[in-house]
């Protein structure tokens, strides 16, 4: 029979990845993306996925199809997801990243649905600036954007339906995801996703600073086992967990491994830094650790598998 499995963004780039993890384990996965930031090219194609053309802000559809599906487990993944955007539309932003996600929640509470699990996507942006690395799920955070703010206080919300009102739910904090299916058309996208392109396509990459700066780049099945951790593990429940490696590279070596999978050299024009970029990244994945999860790529092996994937 399989199980229904929503997901918000599923049209997404990581949203795509967990509706092929579902069809796969044959369970029947429910799409609503309103294909803002997600393509039509990403949807799986399989009898076990319907596809939505919606906004997760159309209160009376949601409403509708969360009564309708009863669904064993759903993945919050919609959202607009460039930091920048937000600032451009803080309270349109406000609305999806956040309004509509608590709408969900309330739609659960309200009509007594309890699902097996909720999954939030919370991001590394609700550290900030803060200078303290690795950053832990229990030190201070500093949301400074309107993307990190709502992402902070959905993942907030989210977990106190846990608390007061028996939904299990879980929150994970994103770090910086590369690999298949990643837009790198947009100016904000994933850097990796960026270098990837402009080797692919032999033109110049606009680096933003010294490129000293580090991240900690996860791969993106390294992310699919997180979450399903996270969706199976009860000990998990009401709680928020940083999704990343532990281990940090600069930009211009992660470059360099891409230039080597790939037998290519990046053309660079140097730019100053980009107002509001943060220096250093690094996670403490501690918790995630202790209920089993280890990053199975390296960063050379995630760069080979992503290249090789395009
Ligand atoms: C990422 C996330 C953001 C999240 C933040 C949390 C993406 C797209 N963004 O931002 O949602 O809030 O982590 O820490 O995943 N760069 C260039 N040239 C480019 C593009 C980027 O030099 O063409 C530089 C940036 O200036 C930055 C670094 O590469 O220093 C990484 O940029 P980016 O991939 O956008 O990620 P974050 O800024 O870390």
Redesign the pocket.
């Known amino acids: 029979m399989g199980k229904n499995i929503l997901v918000t963004g599923g049209a997404g780039f990581i949203g795509s990845h967990v509706v092929e993890r579902h069809v796969k384990e044959g369970n029947n996965v429910i799409i609503v993306d309103d294909l803002s930031m997600g393509s039509r090219e990403n949807i799986v194609n399989s009898d076990h996925v319907i596809f939505y053309q919606k906004s997760i802000t159309d209160y009376e559809f949601m409403s509708y199809l969360l009564k309708k599906y009863n669904f064993n487990v759903i993945y919050l993944l919609a959202a607009i ?3 920048a955007d937000t600032i451009k539309r803080p309270y349109e932003s406000h609305q999806v990243n956040q309004e509509a996600n608590l709408f969900i929640m309330e739609t659960l509470r309200i009509n007594k649905l309890f699902p097996e699990r909720v999954l939030f996507s919370s ?3 609700t550290y900030g600036a803060l200078p303290k690395l690795p950053k832990k799920e229990d030190g201070a955070v500093l949301p400074a954007t309107p ?2 703010i709502d992402k902070y206080a959905t993942e907030r919300y989210i977990l106190t339906y846990a608390h007061l009102y028996n939904i299990p739910t879980v929150a994970v904090r994103f ?3 590369y690999g298949p299916r990643q837009n790198p058309k947009s ?6 996703s ?1 270098v990837s392109h402009c080797l692919k396509q032999n033109v110049k ?5 010294d490129g000293l ?1 580090t ?1 900690d780049f996860i791969y993106i099945k390294d992310v699919i086992s997180a979450l399903k951790l996270a969706e199976t593990t009860d000990k998990m429940i009401g709680d928020v967990f940083n999704v990343a490696t532990g281990s940090s590279h600069t ?1 211009l070596d992660a470059i360099a491994d891409l230039e080597m999978v790939s037998g290519k050299k990046l053309q660079i024009k140097k730019f100053e ?2 107002i509001g ?2 220096r250093d ?1 690094k996670a403490d994945i501690s918790k995630l650790k202790s209920f089993g999860f280890r990053p199975k790529y390296t960063f050379s092996e995630g760069a080979k598998a992503y290249w090789d994937s395009l």
């Open positions: 997801a460039s930091v991001s590394a942006a993307y990190a770090f910086n995801v100016p904000y996208s994933g850097v990796l960026i990459f606009s680096l933003f600073g700066q991240r930009l830094p980009r970029d943060i990244s």
